[in-house]
């Protein structure tokens, strides 16, 4: 029998060593998130941050020193961390501290090898679940289409190569919702352009999907659809207006 696997997901926490709006101390919340998830005294296996650690990260000027304090904030709860790309993450640094923090029984497998993306598959206790498998996908595009993402092709056919194998289930993880979600200013402005393509490839095989899980929309949402859970969490640093008459944040 599989050992259960206990993952906490956090997202969006937008560190700034300033506050990133007025009364938004998004620093002082990472410490309070970071308490809080210390206080926890029940194992945890890893910690799944989906993207958007810090504000300014995407910037050309940015130094990465952000997403360092950041990751080291987290880090010093002594668990393991998988993390994906957002939208506004300094994509380089943060897929340094992610490989060089890698527990020594964690073999990770890039599938986006030809481009800087941080898109990947792992096992986290092949010992005891090694039909468990962790799928993260890195859907931060060009400028241009910020903030919506885009699966790459090479990710996507990557994906049905994995998923069509029977004998493994996997927990699916990224920054931008794949499904419209019956907001209007979200799913004008902040979802995968592809991500119709994507569901469908998630609809064919969903009996081996445990979960897909996104963030970016700084709010806790959960549906199913065509048998494929999707769920977000909140931002740890402010929440957006989704209800579907709710304006832009």
């Known amino acids: 029998m599989n050992h259960p696997l206990r993952m906490l997901h956090i997202g969006d926490t937008h560190w700034a060593s300033e506050p990133i709006a007025p009364g938004i101390d998004s620093q002082a919340r990472l410490n309070q998130l970071c308490d809080w998830i210390a206080s926890i005294h029940q194992p ?16 050309d000027c940015d130094s990465g020193n952000s997403t360092r304090t950041a990751w080291n904030r987290l880090a010093q709860i002594g668990i393991p ?14 897929t340094q501290c992610f490989q060089q923090n890698l527990p020594a029984h964690w073999t990770v497998h890039y599938i ?7 898109a990947y598959w ?13 799928l993260v996908l890195d859907a931060r595009d060009s400028k241009d289409i910020d903030p919506r993402g885009r699966l790459c092709d090479d ?12 004998n493994r289930n996997w927990t699916i993880f990224l ?3 794949p499904i419209p979600l019956e907001c209007d200013w979200i799913d004008r402005t902040m979802l995968l352009e592809n991500g119709t393509r994507l569901h469908a490839i998630f609809a064919t095989y969903a009996k081996q999907i445990r979960g897909v899980f996104f963030g970016h929309t700084h ?8 048998s494929v859970l999707y769920a977000s969490t909140g931002s740890a640093t402010m929440h957006f207006p989704n209800m579907p008459s709710d304006s832009a944040a």
């Open 112 to 118: 986006d090898s030809k481009h800087p993306r941080l």
């Open 44 to 59: 945890i296996d890893a910690l799944i941050h989906t993207g958007d650690w810090v504000h300014r990260g995407q910037l």
């Open 175 to 177: 920054h931008y919702p």
């Open 155 to 166: 990710q996507i056919v990557a994906l049905e190569q994995l998923l069509a194998d029977p």
């Open 219 to 226: 709010r806790p949402m959960c549906c199913v659809k065509d």
């Open 81 to 94: 961390i998988l993390t994906a790309v957002g939208n506004h993450d300094n994509r380089s640094v943060l």
């Open 122 to 134: 792992l096992t986290l206790n092949p010992q005891t679940s090694p039909h468990e498998c962790i």
